[in-house]
């Protein structure tokens, strides 16, 4: 899984415009080839601070739709913005849900040593 974080942080007076785009966008690109997710988020301290979260199934699905119209038009947007968007790509080999958690969790109430694996994330 490949997972796409774009921060923009956008003009006070332009915010409005941004939160427009970014919601024209939610359907069209959850449309595209490999698309897993696409969310949009407001920072709550700072309104005018967006994060937008995107998962994608391969990172050749992701190219083929940073080369797309659709992307353009986030690119489009670098007018609206106090500063140059934030752009990181990540690829994901592995992911765990609520059973790690659980585990984890358990194992640390009852001061056991976890299984090899999770060992790391009880010391962070």
């Known amino acids: ?4 974080k774009i921060t923009m942080n956008a003009i006070p007076s332009k915010q409005l415009e941004m939160m427009q785009t970014f919601l024209s966008m939610i359907e ?3 449309k595209e080839p490999g698309c897993i997710s696409y969310g949009v988020f407001c920072d709550t ?4 601070r967006f994060c937008l ?6 990172r050749e699905e992701l190219d083929q739709y940073i080369a797309s119209h659709q992307f353009s038009i986030l690119l ?39 299984p090899d694996g999770q060992k790391s994330l009880i010391n962070r």
Not at 79 to 108: H, N, W
Request: hydrophobic share 30%; proline share 5%.
């Open 1 to 4: 899984m490949i997972v796409i």
């Open 28 to 30: 069209p690109t959850e």
């Open 45 to 48: 301290k700072d309104k005018n």
């Open 53 to 58: 979260l995107e998962e994608w199934k391969t």
């Open 76 to 114: 489009g947007t670098k007018a609206l913005l106090c500063e140059p968007m934030d752009i990181q790509i990540f690829t994901v080999s592995r992911s765990e849900g609520m059973d790690a958690i659980y585990s984890i969790r358990d194992y640390k109430k009852s001061n056991k040593s976890p």
